[in-house]
């Protein structure tokens, strides 16, 4: 039997808010800032950058951390402010909500891709979509493929990643959790 992908609902309205947006070289430009945390993702990667419109004038870049103590977003709203001012944008507001919170389900199938490269497993990686995750959970390992892993820790270099080892390669890996 054969399956049939599904794009997550907030992903897809993301994709299609973007693609319908009168300004797509401002989307453009912003996909140059990294995540200061996992610079191998944009910020469209990983699902923060949630919109961009102009009102009265002025550029409004929305974005929702990926969760509320992040203490990268700071470093984000500096990193938007200055490309956008040295792109030539004049008046440019950075807006952080929390409404819709952030989730995995956020991260462009791109940035699972990438983060896979870069050496952390991502959500996409876990089994059952990760409804039942337990110490012995069988999340892919991004060196070598195998599910034989197991949770070292809860948590990994940041909250939101827990630590795994794989017993086929032996080698630990961040897995980025799903939120």
Same mark, same amino acid.
């Given at each position: ?16 808010? @973007? ?31 949630? %919109? ?21 977003? /700071?470093?984000?709203? /500096? ?25 995995? %389900?956020?991260?462009?199938?791109? &940035? ?41 820790? /809860?948590? &990994? ?7 795994? @080892?794989?017993?086929?390669?032996? /080698? ?8």
């Amino acid at each position: 039997m054969e399956t049939i992908p599904v794009t997550p609902h907030a992903r897809f309205e993301r994709v299609k808010m @973007r693609a319908e947006s009168p300004l797509p070289d401002v989307w453009q430009l912003l996909d140059e800032i990294a995540d200061p945390e996992i610079p191998v993702l944009s910020i469209w990667d990983i699902g923060i950058l949630r %919109d961009v419109s102009e009102q009265d004038g002025k550029l409004l870049v929305t974005i929702t951390p990926t969760y509320s103590g992040c203490p990268a977003v /700071e470093t984000i709203k /500096e990193d938007i402010l200055a490309l956008l001012s040295e792109a030539g944008y004049g008046s440019v507001e950075v807006k952080t909500v929390l409404f819709p919170p952030w989730s995995t %389900d956020d991260m462009s199938e791109s &940035g699972q891709r990438k983060l896979r490269e870069y050496g952390i497993a991502p959500p996409s990686d876990a089994p059952d979509g990760c409804l039942r995750l337990t110490p012995k959970q069988g999340v892919r390992c991004p060196h070598c493929g195998s599910s034989n892993t197991t949770r070292i820790s /809860e948590f &990994g270099s940041t909250a939101c990643k827990a630590l795994f @080892r794989c017993e086929s390669c032996h /080698e630990p890996f961040d897995f980025f959790k799903c939120l």
